[in-house]
């Protein structure tokens, strides 16, 4: 498997990038919940394996033969498995979500983000942190390559950093994760909740689990397991309360063709709770930016062939991006609709990836190099170079991408459980300025937000509400961009597939396009849904477009006749094509 980086400095030839943003916030006084964790008294005690059966009410008997003839019996996993998920499996008769929760504030971050402790980083975490908040972001992660080095010292060496820098920038929330090596795949980011154990948790998981340093690449049977393990051990110290949390996120999952479709669903289903999602957009979107500009490359580095270690499966085009997004989420009907349309909560996300940034007028200094790095585990601080650096194809921390993410509290669990429940929205180039979905009841005043499952009695119209407040700032490019389009995708949620390597879900299309050109302020679209049909459960997604550049969807334009256009290799500015992508919304009705 390609896990090979660059050493060499200013041009890392691998995986990483980044973005822009504005930070922001906005208040909502309703009720909170937590659809995906929220289960009511029956199916938790269903669901705990510790209670034999005989010591069950019927009603909690009932929910564990419901539980177990739907495959999804497992212990504290299970306690994880989603409202959706669960009400989908077992033809909807118990409602495992509340109604009318919405987060109290979006907070904009980033959970890809490198620095000099990274073979192919070069910044401090401060300088990181401090572009960071300059840039907008609330949060963000600090996810340093594993790899022999950083875990024999390099993340007991990144540690001190971060701690300075939270009590350098307070306003900020600053996680300390690692970039996972996955066994017999790509990249993703692993990060914990702060706490005394952080450091020990996270280096025991690298030293155990990380597919660099065991020597775990190769695309088998044994590695893709060993993956698994690891993702089960970060729930298992989450459970012993060693940290008070952690997730995984796969990173850049189309860019080499090696995250096959079963391994994803396998990494989701060892631990929902863990496993939550993968990036839709990649970074290092400045490898698009013009000869002239920039590198005149591949937008955020994908550029890659198929190799043996490839799916298969996947066609040419899903090893670029489409509109700097992958091809997994950019396609209507993909990857990512096929795991929706199991009723699995499964999220995207967007991020900067970033090692050594466009722009940049700094250096390595003479001397660290990757001897020095792997004596010291780190690079030296960076020094003044006297030159601007053109080539790199990295942004800074919310200078383009961003991830949006509804909390409850602007704390670091909040975080991570709007990650987790999927309040998630994502951009580029600060396309809107806020976004606020839900799907209702006609005629009611709340539904479910995003990441949420309403459940509806049969016969009821339901809608979609979204409320979008257009940009009037400009972005760290300095125009004020243009929301032009807003697409509608709703997909019929089938239950789990025969087949783990289905990467295609045939009833999700494209509803309604609306043209939003012009539109200013605070504006709001609704398109009606239809009545709620027991036999038809389904999920919406919403995107929107500056509209530059679009053509018929990779699956056609009955599907989706103006989708994202193929990014081509040298003819991709970031700049010029703009979108936005939220996650979904369930529409489960009840019998």
Do not use: C
Request: hydrophobic letters at 35%.
């Amino acid at each position: 498997m390609g896990h090979s980086h660059d050493h060499t400095g200013h041009g890392h030839g691998h995986d990483h990038s980044h973005e822009h943003g504005h930070g922001h916030g906005h208040g909502h006084d309703h009720d909170h919940h937590h659809p995906n964790t929220e289960l009511d008294a029956a199916t938790s005690a269903a669901l705990d394996e510790s209670i034999p059966d005989t010591d069950l009410s019927p009603t909690e008997l009932s929910r564990r033969g419901l539980l177990r003839s739907a495959g999804i019996l497992g212990g504290a996993a299970a306690l994880a498995v989603s409202g959706a998920e669960f009400a989908a499996a077992t033809s909807p008769t118990s409602h495992v979500f509340t109604s009318g929760g919405r987060p109290n504030v979006w907070l904009a971050g980033d959970h890809h983000i490198h620095t000099q402790l990274s073979s192919d980083g070069m910044y401090r975490v401060i300088d990181q942190a401090h572009h960071a908040a300059a840039n907008g972001l609330d949060w963000l992660v600090i996810t340093d390559h594993g790899g022999a080095t950083h875990a024999r010292i390099g993340v007991d060496l990144v540690n001190p950093q971060i701690k300075a820098a939270r009590a350098e920038l307070k306003n900020t929330l600053i996680f300390q994760g690692l970039e996972w090596n996955i066994p017999a795949a790509e990249h993703g980011t692993v990060f914990v909740a702060p706490g005394s154990r952080e450091v020990e948790v996270l280096k025991q998981f690298e030293n155990s689990y990380d597919g660099s340093v065991k020597n775990a690449g190769a695309n088998t049977p044994a590695n893709e397991q060993l993956a698994l393990d690891g993702i089960h051990w970060l729930g298992q110290q989450v459970d012993q309360r060693r940290v008070a949390d952690a997730l995984f996120l796969a990173n850049h999952p189309a860019r080499n063709g090696i995250d096959s479709p079963h391994e994803i669903r396998n990494w989701r289903d060892a631990d929902p709770r863990i496993a939550v999602g993968f990036e839709g957009a990649p970074g290092h979107q400045a490898g698009g930016l013009p000869v002239g500009v920039g590198v005149g490359g591949a937008r955020g580095l994908y550029g890659n062939a198929p190799s043996a270690n490839s799916f298969p499966g996947f066609p040419p085009e899903s090893y670029r991006t489409w509109g700097g997004f992958d091809w997994m989420t950019a396609t209507v009907g993909g990857l990512w609709d096929s795991l929706l349309a199991e009723g699995k909560p499964w999220w995207i996300s967007a991020n900067s990836d970033s090692h050594v940034n466009w722009n940049e007028t700094s250096r390595r200094p003479d001397g660290s190099d990757q001897a020095q790095f792997d004596r010291d585990g780190r690079y030296m601080d960076p020094v003044y170079s006297g030159t601007v650096n053109r080539t790199a194809a990295d942004f800074f921390p919310g200078y383009y991408s961003r991830t949006h993410v509804g909390a409850d509290n602007r704390d670091y669990r909040a975080v991570m459980e709007g990650l987790r429940n999927g309040r998630v929205w994502v951009d580029h180039g600060a396309l809107v300025k806020a976004i606020d979905m839900e799907v209702r009841e006609t005629g009611k005043t709340h539904g479910e937000p995003l990441g949420g499952a309403l459940h509806v009695r049969p016969g009821r119209a339901v809608e979609l509400v979204i409320r979008i407040t257009a940009q009037n700032v400009p972005n760290w490019a300095n125009f004020v961009p243009s929301l032009n389009r807003v697409d509608a995708i709703v997909g019929a949620v089938k239950g789990a597939v025969s087949d783990k390597d289905t990467f295609t879900a045939p009833d999700t299309k494209v509803v309604k396009q609306w043209d939003t050109s012009g539109k200013r302020g605070t504006f709001e679209l609704v398109l009606p849904l239809g009545k709620a049909d027991p036999e038809n459960p389904f999920y919406v997604r919403v995107r929107g477009t500056d509209g530059n550049r679009s053509q018929a969807g990779f699956l056609g334009a009955a599907i989706d006749p103006k989708g994202p256009q193929l990014d081509v290799v040298g003819d991709a500015d970031p700049w010029a094509d703009l979108w936005f992508y939220t996650n979904p919304i369930w529409v489960l009705p009840t019998k």
